[in-house]
């Protein structure tokens, strides 16, 4: 089986608690030697500076390489250059470029007056201040607002095209959705990469809730396999090691070469995931 690279996705920490939960992942995890970590970016630009922060201290401390989540909400097109500018400044060559979605309760999304409207729009802007490498999002089940699946693809196109590097979808749980995704991408013209991303499930009822959210769909199947482990906490960690594994595995063998992996700040079950697909680096990720 061919060993795929990965990339690991954090959360900034909004208490000390879950700083040191944070740093515990960033170091179980740092010596599987992942292309690159992203930390992510509150809804409303809430953890503007908490992300700052975060990717600031991971640049400067260990030898990972961090990207920064930044989107089109709440600021004007001269303040979020502005944010561009300084990440660049302090050594972020990696960017992960997302609309965004508004603060909870706020309504449907409305772009700032003077602001970038749209993912597209926010890839050639960070084009304009600086060299980034870009990923942005993509939907194997088509984005919650999108009109329909073709336009859907058809706002991926347009972000690639703007100058985005690569793509990494929302987190899916049956691997064929993806691959039959990958199809239609490669159909459209699109040669970018797209990384699955991959939510190993720690808890069940909060991953139902992250796909409501996000319009990702949860089979019958995997339920049925959480119903039954009960309560048993080693049961439900056995089922989810287990049903991450089948997946990544199924994606490895349909050609996939990169994982992107939604950690929730937690290193335990992905690091099990990785072990079983090979994935490890001999050379100490941490910077002396």
Known sequence: ???????????????????????????????????????????????????????????RETALEPAAHLTCVGASRQEIDAVARDYWDAGIRHIVALRGDPPAGA????????????????????????DFEI??????????????????????KRKLDAGATRA??????????????????????IVAPIV????????????????SACGASVPAWLEAEFVEAGDDPRARAAVSERIAITQCR???????????????????????ICGSLGIGAPAVAFAE
């Open 168 to 189: 990494i979808t929302q987190f899916f749980f049956d691997a064929d959705r993806y691959l039959r995704f990958r199809d239609r991408v490669a159909a459209a013209g």
């Open 196 to 211: 699955p991303g991959i939510l190993p499930i720690a808890d069940f009822a909060q991953a139902k809730k992250f796909a």
């Open 1 to 59: 089986m061919t060993v795929p690279c990965v990339s690991f996705e954090f959360f900034p920490p909004k208490t000390v608690t879950i700083e040191q939960t944070l740093w515990l992942a960033i170091t179980r995890l740092a010596p599987l030697g992942p292309r690159f970590v992203s930390v992510t970016y509150g809804a409303g630009g809430s953890t503007r500076e908490r992300t700052r922060a975060t990717v600031a201290r991971i640049r």
């Open 250 to 272: 199924r994606l490895v063998d349909g050609g996939v070469d990169a994982l992107h992996f939604y950690t929730l700040n937690r290193a335990e079950l992905v690091s099990a």
């Open 107 to 130: 309504g449907p999304y409305a772009a700032h007056p003077s602001g970038y409207a749209r993912a597209v729009d926010l890839v050639a802007g960070l084009r304009g201040v600086a």
């Open 135 to 156: 990923s942005v999002a993509a939907y194997p089940e088509t984005h919650p607002e999108a009109a329909s699946a073709a336009a859907d693809l058809d706002n991926l």
